[in-house]
């Protein structure tokens, strides 16, 4: 497995969830990780306990520019990049055909898909001028099958999102670069909380929870640089989709 002390990491979405799980992680195993996100205090609290290996840097990914500009102030301090963690994702209440408004629609796919292009982007041209960068875009179950529980807007954008990753390591590959769609289904994190059908504690209590991911995220960043995940999905041992269909074919009384 590969050291990474002092190696740079590069973390969207760094706030909650997925990404503040990567963000702690990395650090833990001795990164220097820049932790981006919308929320000043959310990384505030995040990077307390990144061990001091943190710097923050406000993010809103939906924003090219923006991108840019924090993609070459961590350059400018560090010289490098050697991890993109694309983890900025939304998905709103209100989501599906009836009731997705088209505001809510363009929200979704300039954040989850349009964000993530920005920011692999942004980074590309230095991993493959070192000869070497991993990136790892936070995907989705959604990104694999079509369902209804997660909406049109969030199903494409995810589904795009790994026809994008493993573009990447079809043009990449050969500078040294490599790229990974984490595909998770459920997890216990925040973006929960905009289910349109409440999800109880027992059933968050059950999912993948979002250290675990975090966990995932170290184990792919540790994996020597000629190792290539181009997809992993992790899902809950008691996945409620499959508890639902075993369910159903139960006799009826």
């Known amino acids: 497995m590969r050291d990474l002390t002092d190696k740079v990491a590069w973390i969207t979405g760094a706030g909650t969830g997925i990404g503040e799980a990567g963000a702690i992680a990395l650090a833990d195993a ?6 981006s996100g919308r929320r000043v205090e959310k990384l505030e609290e995040v990077a307390a306990r990144c061990q001091g290996r943190a710097v923050i840097e406000q993010l809103d ?5 923006s991108v840019n500009s924090v993609a070459g102030r961590i350059l400018e301090r560090f010289g490098r990049v050697d991890v993109l963690v694309a ?15 088209l505001e809510d629609w363009d929200s979704v796919i300039r954040i989850d898909l349009d964000g993530a292009f920005y920011c692999c982007k942004a980074v590309l041209p230095t991993m493959k001028e070192q000869g070497d960068g991993l990136i790892i875009n936070i995907s989705s179950w959604a990104g694999k099958q079509v ?3 997660t909406g049109p807007a969030y199903t494409a954008a995810k589904h795009a999102m790994n ?5 990447l390591n ?6 040294g670069v490599r790229a990974t769609a984490i595909c998770p289904g459920e997890v216990a994190t925040p973006i929960l909380d905009n289910r349109p059908i409440p ?6 209590d059950k999912m993948v929870q979002a250290e675990d991911c975090g966990d995932v995220i170290r184990f792919l960043a540790e ?8 997809e992993l999905t992790i899902s809950p041992t008691w996945n409620r989709g499959y508890v639902a269909a075993a369910r159903a074919q139960l006799p009826k009384d």
């Open 199 to 204: 999800v109880s504690q027992e059933d968050r």
């Open 170 to 175: 079809m043009e990449a590959c050969t500078f």
């Open 30 to 35: 001795g990164m220097h990780v820049v932790l």
């Open 147 to 149: 369902g209804i529980v």
């Open 163 to 167: 026809a994008m990753n493993e573009s």
């Open 223 to 230: 994996l020597p640089s000629h190792v290539c995940i181009n």
């Open 87 to 101: 983890s900025a994702g939304i998905n709103p209440r209100e989501r599906n055909w009836h009731n997705v408004s």
């Open 61 to 65: 990914v939906a924003e090219k520019d």
